[in-house]
């Protein structure tokens, strides 16, 4: 089972129901944390794993032999992403805007194109405490976050529950992480931004036709605008996070809540069976 | 004209309050969104709409049912899964997957694959009481927002001209891919927004990397900044090995929710240690810029 914990909105806590959760049900099964915000990770900083192994991941970009190149220009006609420009007398490649469709070594009638891995990140494997540990780093620069996030799903081992830890937004990067999940678990927190970016989110996740829920983070800091919202549209609140400064205090300096304060403990594990609840139906 | 872009890397550290306490210091200003799939500002600024203008972002393919013979090759060219296929309804193409590269349509024997620009969001040119806010509503799961962000940038900087606008405010998004690269280039100044928190400072040197490699000078506002004292000093010292100027600390005060709530800056709704701070950075950065 994946359970994929999105947003909309940055910071409205995420990674931290991610890796609490995931940190409470690894003591009753196995349990991977995926962390597919490959642009700024921060699982890692709290379930602090050993990383174990390491491997980069890219793109396919073409690299073309111009000895072979008869300047016909078949590949920069093709490509949509003006990855491969024809100047006549030469070919110019621009690796960085290349998708990575396959196209050009396809059209190519002279065979001149070959591919090559471009490197934009790398995914790395641990473990933490128990947990099972997987994460993407994008390297900085790069613009492109989906195929990275492919590549660190593909890691994920589909026979023990997973727990991915999605980037914010509603467009390519949070859709990549997401589509796959059997349930999207949604952090929100009450207030005017928190509602506008969750009705974007909702809107998303309504499209990928997969189910949801909410959780209310900070849930006393606000107002009841989400609670009327998600009555209105039959979203289910599985959880009321209220704000407590020590849990903002230990996330600041890398702790987990469930570890900081005990009380949080007792809070996730209902979170945990509310989400199993909605999975089953 | 100074283009100041506010980004944080993190998501959630107070960006978008931050450009709206500029912009009612600013005003007159010309402000743009760049957080085009999750937009923020204009529940503060509260815009009234003056042009809708649709955004062409790329182009997607069709199939043509009447001239499909299902033979399946753009299933087997396309890289990126958009092409399924299923007894009783053929092949069918997934919106949500497919990039836009062409190359089923290219490759299709029949001729049955259309290939067309599609209409991937809309963007606006609004009115506020600080001034022009140009901003934009990426489609749901819709790609190129980098594209948008682009366009959307160069509609605020045409705007500024056309005004002789002091200041341009881009509000960016968060991380440090596609659109905040495309909401950063060719800026003046860049204003992280971050917080002391280890994922904060996480972040925030990420975000430097990135400025730096585009070459375009930051400085660091750090909000929240009594939550973690260490912290703080962290990223103080984090700004200095970086070349940042540290324009000044925020204390944590739920008066940014607050403000949010009724659609107001910080600066419009109470003159309290918070909007004293952000005033503070407002002065200290213009007092930079004026030097570079």
Known sequence: ?281 | MKEIVIISGKGGTGKTSVTAAFAALAAPAIMVDCDVDAADLHLVLSPTVEETHAFFGGRQARIITEQCQACGTCADVCRFSAIRHDAATGYQIDPLACEGCGVCAHFCPHEAMAFEETCNGQWFRSSTRFGPLVHARLGIAAENSGKLVALIRREARALAAANQANWLLVDGPPGIGCPVISSLTGADHVVIVTEPTIAGLHDLERVLTLTAHFHVPASIIINKADLYQHGAEEIAQTACTHHAQVLGHIPYDPVFTQAQLVGLSVIEYADGPVSQAIRACWNQLRISLTKE
């Open chain 1, 1 to 281: 089972m994946q359970i994929a914990i999105a947003s909309g909105k940055g910071g409205t806590g995420k990674t931290t129901v991610a890796t609490n959760l995931a940190r409470v049900l690894s003591g009753t099964r196995p349990v991977q944390y995926v962390d597919c915000d490959v642009e700024e990770p921060n699982g890692h900083l709290f379930l602090q794993p050993q990383i174990t192994s390491s491997q980069s991941a890219g793109i396919l970009v073409p690299v073309l032999d111009l000895d072979r190149c008869t300047r016909c220009g078949a590949c920069s006609q093709l490509c949509q992403y003006h990855a491969i420009a024809n100047l006549g007398t030469t070919m110019l490649v621009f690796p960085e805007l290349c998708h990575g469709c396959g196209g050009c070594i396809r059209v190519c009638p002279e065979q001149a194109i070959r591919e090559e891995e471009r490197p934009i990140g790398v995914v790395e494997y641990g473990t933490a405490r128990g947990v099972h540990f997987l994460h993407g780093r994008l390297n900085v620069g790069e613009t492109m976050s989906p195929p990275l996030i492919r590549a660190v799903l593909k890691a994920v081992d589909p026979t023990i529950m997973a727990i991915i830890d999605a980037p914010p937004g509603t467009s390519c990067p949070v859709l990549t992480a997401v589509r796959g999940a059997d349930f999207v678990l949604m952090v929100t927190e009450p207030t005017a931004f928190g509602l506008h970016d969750l009705m974007l989110a909702v809107e998303m996740v309504r499209a990928l036709q997969l189910p949801t829920g909410i959780v209310i983070n900070r849930a006393d800091m606000g107002d009841d605008r989400v609670e009327r919202y998600c009555a209105t549209e039959g979203l289910p609140i599985l959880g009321r996070v209220p704000h407590d400064r020590r849990v903002a205090e230990a996330y600041a300096r890398g702790v987990l809540a469930v570890d900081a304060v005990p009380e949080m403990a007792v809070s996730v594990q209902p979170l945990a069976d509310a989400i199993f609840q909605e999975v089953a139906l």
